[in-house]
């Protein structure tokens, strides 16, 4: 009994030698400070360009439904020169011209949504979830508007009222679509160009620095929480998985590069 004594205490002295020589040889490396980090990190942030989209399709918007108007008051309602609108026209109605005039300005706003949802699952994926829930419904709205004024467009123009009646509500429709659709659309401009130019931080780095300097701080959205719902918390958790593991690997390159510069 007394001779195992001194070799477990040996034992025990060369595992601890052993394992103190080790995390020296892992802190004689070059320190790299947290700001050096931080700083490459930030100048990793790319803005969401959706916004200059978003400001030209309203502006397309408007101009169909003026020149939609123009065209209902003097080749349909007749109040003008007939000669000008059929030398313009051609054998073209007038109210079929605003139709075939709505199906293109609902191509581009379907291309318009494609695209925003596109930037937004990058957004995503670079750690912004917040941004990305917030304008979740925001951003599919203008489709869903300009889908829904199609379905009563085709309701008018089946319903077989006179042509006077016809293009009078046909008008009334598209003015509320653009009213609506024009708030839906400088709202998501604004939000966009707020988050442009805030440069904030992805959401798990200020989550970490309000957790690390407020003794108070809220439990985050991450777990579970009673009165949350469990699909909505799964799906938070696999967007942080995925964007941690991108941020891993992009730490791990700073911090390659920045070893090398030391």
């Known amino acids: 009994m007394e001779s195992k004594g001194p070799s477990l205490y040996t034992a025990g002295t060369s595992v601890d030698l052993t394992r103190s020589i080790d ?3 892992l802190v004689d490396g070059p320190l790299i400070s947290a700001d050096a980090l931080q700083s490459a990190i930030r100048r990793e942030f790319q803005t969401v360009p959706t916004h200059c989209y978003a400001a030209a399709l309203s502006f397309l918007h408007v101009l169909y439904v003026a020149l939609s108007v123009c065209v209902a008051v003097l080749c349909v309602l007749k109040f003008g020169n007939e000669e000008k609108c059929v030398s313009v026209m051609g054998n073209v109605q007038g109210d079929s ?10 191509v581009l ?4 949504t494609w695209y925003v949802q596109h ?3 990058r957004a995503r994926r670079r750690g912004y979830l917040q941004f990305y829930r917030k304008t979740q419904g925001l951003k599919d709205l203008p489709l869903l508007i300009n889908s829904t004024g199609n379905v ?3 309701v008018i123009l089946v319903a077989g009222l006179s042509p006077t009646v016809r293009i009078y509500m046909l008008l009334g429709i598209l003015g509320l ?9 400088l709202w998501y401009t604004v939000k966009v ?6 440069r904030a931080a992805p959401d798990v780095s200020q989550e970490d620095h309000l957790q690390n300097y407020s003794i108070t ?7 579970f929480r009673e009165g949350s719902r469990l699909e909505e918390v799964v799906e938070k958790q696999a967007d942080l998985i995925e964007y941690l593991k991108q941020h891993n690997t992009l730490l791990s390159k700073r911090l390659l590069n920045l070893t090398a510069q030391h």
């Not at 679509?177 to 659309?185: D, F, I, Q, T, Y």
């Not at 701080?217 to 777990?223: I, K, N, Q, V």
């Open 23 to 25: 995390e020296d040889t």
């Open 97 to 106: 011209a605003i139709v075939f005039g709505k199906v293109c300005l609902w």
């Open 109 to 112: 706003v379907l291309l318009f």
């Open 119 to 121: 930037h937004h699952n």
């Open 152 to 154: 009563f467009l085709l």
């Open 177 to 185: 679509e653009l009213l609506v659709a024009l708030s839906c659309l």
């Open 193 to 198: 160009m707020r988050f442009n130019r805030e």
């Open 217 to 223: 701080s809220l439990p985050t959205e991450t777990g």
